[in-house]
T-cell receptor, first 117, second 109 residues
Framework: DSGVTQTPKHLITATGQRVTLRCSPRSGDLSVYWYQQSLDQGLQFLIQ???????AKGNILERFSAQQFPDLHSELNLSSLELGDSALYFCASSVTPRGTGGRTEAFFGQGTRLTVV | GQQVMQIPQYQHVQEGEDFTTYCNSSTTLSNIQWYKQRPGGHPVFLIQLVKSGEVKKQKRLTFQFGEAKKNSSLHITATQTTDVGTYFC?????????FGAGTTVTVRA
């Protein structure tokens, strides 16, 4: 158990709909990352939050948005869903992105498998 | 933007053989991390390399960080069926952890 909780585990929805994926990071971790993994694909970085603020942005579509709340949990909102958005969405958390000497590894949740039909 | 390239994408290995997967970044990294994702699972952290030229070993796995801190490699000796999965490298720079596409390893018994 990584300590990172993602809900729901599975989600099936229709095209055009909007969904919210939720992530609770490990206790004490300030940094949250969101990744998308399509079938047989690598991990595509979407966005990163650090202590409530957006820190880095990847190839995140305008239809997608995210936020990190004061209690450090994060939500990823996907709207106007298309068939191509079907994927496994991972959330990961880490202690801190700063420095090179400290431990900065990411701990991944089990993922949310989104199927758009 | 920062890109992390990883090759090969697939590695089919005979049990007992060795193989290496390579990771290259377009920019200098603060550190390089390696993860393993078993089929149906989530990525799990293996190791972090920080210093230029650093080499670390975990049993049959040897990890290297290049002198310029832009490339890394993972070498597995005497591959076992338990090594099956996808190995990702991830480079940390400016708070952003960017993953390579991964090397998916299958093992022939």
């Amino acid at each position: 158990d990584s300590g990172v909780t993602q809900t729901p585990k599975h989600l099936i929805t229709a095209t055009g709909q909007r969904v919210t994926l939720r992530c609770s990071p490990r206790s004490g971790d300030l940094s949250v990352y969101w990744y998308q993994q399509s079938l047989d694909q690598g991990l595509q970085f979407l966005i990163q939050y650090y202590n409530g603020e957006e820190r880095a942005k990847g190839n995140i579509l305008e239809r997608f948005s995210a936020q990190q709340f004061p209690d450090l949990h994060s939500e990823l909102n996907l709207s106007s869903l298309e068939l191509g958005d079907s994927a496994l969405y991972f959330c990961a958390s880490s202690v801190t992105p700063r420095g090179t000497g400290g431990r900065t590894e990411a701990f991944f949740g089990q993922g949310t498998r989104l199927t758009v039909v | 933007g920062q890109q992390v390239m990883q090759i090969p994408q697939y590695q089919h290995v005979q049990e007992g053989e060795d193989f290496t997967t390579y990771c290259n970044s377009s920019t200098t990294l603060s550190n390089i991390q390696w993860y393993k994702q078993r089929p149906g699972g989530h990525p799990v952290f293996l190791i972090q390399l920080v210093k230029s030229g650093e080499v670390k070993k975990q049993k049959r796995l040897t990890f290297q960080f290049g002198e310029a801190k832009k490339n890394s490699s993972l070498h597995i000796t005497a591959t076992q069926t338990t090594d099956v999965g996808t190995y990702f490298c991830a480079g940390l720079r400016d708070y952003k952890l960017s993953f390579g596409a991964g090397t998916t390893v299958t093992v022939r018994a």
